[in-house]
C-alpha cells in the first residue's frame, strides 16, 4: 500500500515538473523576438502602408500586380531610391540607373553596358519603360519576374560584382535605410527579397503610353498622327513590306509592341550561321531557341538606340535593312523572318517617322528621388488619371 503511495507522488512529480518546463518554454517562445528574414529562414515579406494604384496610360492594359507584392506608396518611393542608388554595387559605383538611365530612354545608349571598375558585358542595356508587362526578364528571359530580375545585376561580376547578403548587411548599416524599410515592410530587419521588391513596384510605375500613335488609334484624334506617320503605320502592318506587327503585336485595345516571345532574327550569326550568343537556348537547351532573343517593346524606341541584344545596329535606318534584307541566314532563323518587298525612300522615311510616333509620355518624376515623389500612382481611393 505505502509502496503503492510512493509511485502515485513520483508520478505526480514528473508530470508537474513536465507541465512547468512546458510553460516556461511556451512563455520564452511567446515573449522572444521574431527571427529576422534570412536565406536560410525564408518568410514572405509582405508591403505595408498606403496602397497605389498604377493606372495604365492610353494605349497600354491594366498594369500586371503580383499577389504578393501590391504597390504602396512607401514601398514605391523605396525601390526608386534603391534604383538610383550605387550602394548596390560592390564598390559604390554602378547603380540600376547607370545602365538604364531615365535621360537616355532607360538605356545606356551604350553597345554593350558597362559595369564595376569599367568591365564590359556582351548585350546592350534593355529599356525598363514597360518592363512591367514582359512576361520574362532579360533578352534571353532567364528572370521569371521583375522581381527576381534585379537579383542577377546585383551578383554579376561584370555588372555590380556584389552579393545579395553584401546588399542586405550595408542596407541594414544604414540608420535612414532602416527607417524606410520599418514603413514599408514594417521591419528593419531589411532582406534582399524587400529590397528587390520594392524596385520592382518602382519600376512598375516607369510607363510609356498616350503618344501620338495611341491618341490616333485608341484616342480617336485623327490628326494627332502626321500623313507620314499614317503611311508608315499602313506599311508596320502590311506582311508584304514592313511585317513588324507579327512580333510588335498592335491590339483592338491597346498595343505593348511585343509578343514577349523568342525569335532568331539572325542578329550575331557568323558566316557558318552559328552564334556565340546562344540566346534564350543557353536557358532551354531547346534546339530551337538557338540564337533567339525576346522581342522588345518599340515604345520609346527613338529614344533607345543602339539596337538588337548586341547594340550591333547604330540607328533605326540599320534596323530596317536587317529585316529588309531578310536577317543572317543560319539553320534557326524564324520563320517568319523572309526578304521584304522593295521599300522606296518615301516609304523609308514614313516608317521611320511612325516609329518617332511611339514616344509616348513618361510619368513625372521618375528620376532620382530629389526630384519628388513618383507620379502618375495614387492610392486606391483617389482615382486620377495618368499625367497629360
Given at each position: 500500500?505505502?509502496?503503492?503511495r510512493?509511485?502515485?507522488?513520483?508520478?505526480?512529480?514528473?508530470?508537474?515538473a513536465?507541465a512547468?518546463?512546458?510553460?516556461?518554454?511556451e512563455?520564452?517562445?511567446?515573449?522572444?523576438?521574431?527571427?529576422?528574414?534570412?536565406?536560410?529562414?525564408?518568410?514572405?515579406a509582405?508591403?505595408?502602408?498606403?496602397?497605389?494604384?498604377?493606372r495604365a496610360?492610353?494605349?497600354?492594359?491594366p498594369?500586371?500586380?503580383?499577389?504578393?507584392?501590391?504597390p504602396?506608396?512607401e514601398?514605391?518611393?523605396?525601390?526608386?531610391?534603391?534604383?538610383?542608388?550605387?550602394?548596390?554595387?560592390?564598390?559604390?559605383?554602378?547603380?540600376?540607373?547607370?545602365?538604364?538611365?531615365?535621360?537616355?530612354g532607360?538605356?545606356?545608349?551604350?553597345?554593350?553596358s558597362?559595369?564595376?571598375?569599367?568591365k564590359?558585358?556582351?548585350?546592350?542595356?534593355?529599356?525598363?519603360?514597360?518592363s512591367?508587362?514582359?512576361?520574362?526578364?532579360f533578352?534571353?528571359?532567364?528572370?521569371?519576374?521583375?522581381?527576381?530580375q534585379?537579383?542577377?545585376?546585383v551578383?554579376?561580376?561584370?555588372?555590380?560584382?556584389?552579393?545579395?547578403?553584401?546588399?542586405?548587411?550595408?542596407?541594414?548599416?544604414d540608420?535612414?535605410?532602416?527607417?524606410?524599410?520599418?514603413?514599408?515592410?514594417?521591419?528593419?530587419?531589411?532582406?534582399?527579397?524587400?529590397?528587390?521588391k520594392?524596385?520592382?513596384?518602382?519600376?512598375r510605375?516607369?510607363?510609356?503610353?498616350?503618344s501620338?500613335?495611341?491618341?490616333?488609334?485608341?484616342?480617336?484624334?485623327?490628326?494627332?498622327?502626321?500623313?507620314?506617320?499614317?503611311?508608315?503605320?499602313?506599311l508596320?502592318?502590311?506582311?508584304?513590306?514592313?511585317?513588324?506587327?507579327?512580333?510588335?503585336?498592335i491590339?483592338?485595345?491597346?498595343a505593348?509592341?511585343?509578343?514577349?516571345?523568342?525569335?532568331?532574327?539572325g542578329?550575331?550569326a557568323?558566316l557558318?550561321g552559328?552564334?556565340?550568343?546562344?540566346?534564350?537556348y543557353a536557358?532551354?537547351?531547346?534546339?530551337a531557341?538557338m540564337?533567339?532573343?525576346?522581342?522588345?517593346?518599340?515604345?520609346?524606341?527613338?529614344?533607345t538606340?543602339?539596337?538588337?541584344?548586341?547594340?550591333?545596329?547604330?540607328?533605326?535606318?540599320?534596323?530596317m535593312?536587317?529585316?529588309?534584307?531578310?536577317?543572317?541566314?543560319?539553320?534557326?532563323?524564324?520563320k517568319?523572318?523572309?526578304a521584304?518587298?522593295?521599300?522606296?525612300?518615301?516609304?523609308?522615311?514614313?516608317?521611320?517617322?511612325?516609329?518617332?510616333?511611339?514616344?509616348?509620355?513618361?510619368?513625372?518624376?521618375v528620376g532620382?528621388p530629389?526630384?519628388g515623389?513618383?507620379?502618375?500612382?495614387?492610392?486606391?481611393?483617389?482615382?486620377?488619371?495618368?499625367?497629360k
Amino acid at each position: 500500500m505505502r509502496q503503492g503511495r510512493l509511485l502515485a507522488l513520483l508520478a505526480l512529480a514528473v508530470i508537474g515538473a513536465g507541465a512547468a518546463l512546458y510553460f516556461t518554454a511556451e512563455r520564452q517562445r511567446q515573449t522572444a523576438p521574431a527571427a529576422p528574414t534570412t536565406a536560410t529562414n525564408p518568410v514572405p515579406a509582405l508591403p505595408i502602408g498606403q496602397p497605389i494604384e498604377i493606372r495604365a496610360p492610353l494605349g497600354l492594359p491594366p498594369v500586371p500586380i503580383p499577389a504578393d507584392n501590391p504597390p504602396t506608396a512607401e514601398t514605391i518611393a523605396l525601390g526608386r531610391r534603391l534604383y538610383y542608388d550605387p550602394q548596390l554595387s560592390v564598390d559604390g559605383s554602378v547603380s540600376c540607373a547607370t545602365c538604364h538611365d531615365p535621360n537616355r530612354g532607360f538605356t545606356d545608349h551604350e553597345r554593350v553596358s558597362s559595369g564595376v571598375q569599367g568591365k564590359k558585358g556582351t548585350r546592350n542595356a534593355s529599356t525598363v519603360i514597360d518592363s512591367a508587362y514582359s512576361t520574362t526578364q532579360f533578352w534571353d528571359g532567364r528572370a521569371p519576374s521583375l522581381e527576381r530580375q534585379a537579383e542577377g545585376p546585383v551578383q554579376n561580376p561584370v555588372e555590380m560584382g556584389h552579393s545579395l547578403a553584401g546588399v542586405e548587411k550595408r542596407l541594414r548599416a544604414d540608420a535612414s535605410y532602416r527607417e524606410a524599410f520599418r514603413k514599408a515592410w514594417g521591419t528593419d530587419a531589411i532582406t534582399f527579397e524587400m529590397a528587390e521588391k520594392s524596385i520592382a513596384s518602382f519600376e512598375r510605375t516607369v510607363l510609356s503610353g498616350d503618344s501620338p500613335f495611341d491618341r490616333y488609334y485608341y484616342g480617336g484624334e485623327k490628326k494627332a498622327l502626321t500623313v507620314s506617320a499614317q503611311r508608315g503605320l499602313k506599311l508596320f502592318m502590311d506582311p508584304k513590306k514592313g511585317n513588324c506587327v507579327v512580333c510588335h503585336t498592335i491590339g483592338e485595345k491597346y498595343a505593348l509592341f511585343t509578343d514577349n516571345q523568342f525569335h532568331n532574327l539572325g542578329v550575331g550569326a557568323d558566316l557558318e550561321g552559328k552564334f556565340t550568343d546562344t540566346g534564350r537556348y543557353a536557358e532551354t537547351h531547346n534546339d530551337a531557341d538557338m540564337g533567339a532573343f525576346k522581342t522588345p517593346t518599340l515604345r520609346n524606341i527613338a529614344q533607345t538606340a543602339p539596337y538588337m541584344h548586341d547594340g550591333t545596329l547604330k540607328t533605326l535606318g540599320e534596323v530596317m535593312d536587317h529585316y529588309i534584307g531578310g536577317g543572317n541566314s543560319n539553320p534557326h532563323l524564324d520563320k517568319e523572318i523572309h526578304a521584304l518587298g522593295f521599300l522606296t525612300g518615301q516609304e523609308r522615311r514614313d516608317l521611320l517617322e511612325f516609329l518617332s510616333s511611339l514616344t509616348g509620355k513618361l510619368p513625372p518624376n521618375v528620376g532620382p528621388p530629389a526630384l519628388g515623389p513618383p507620379a502618375g500612382v495614387q492610392p486606391l481611393a483617389e482615382k486620377t488619371e495618368h499625367p497629360k
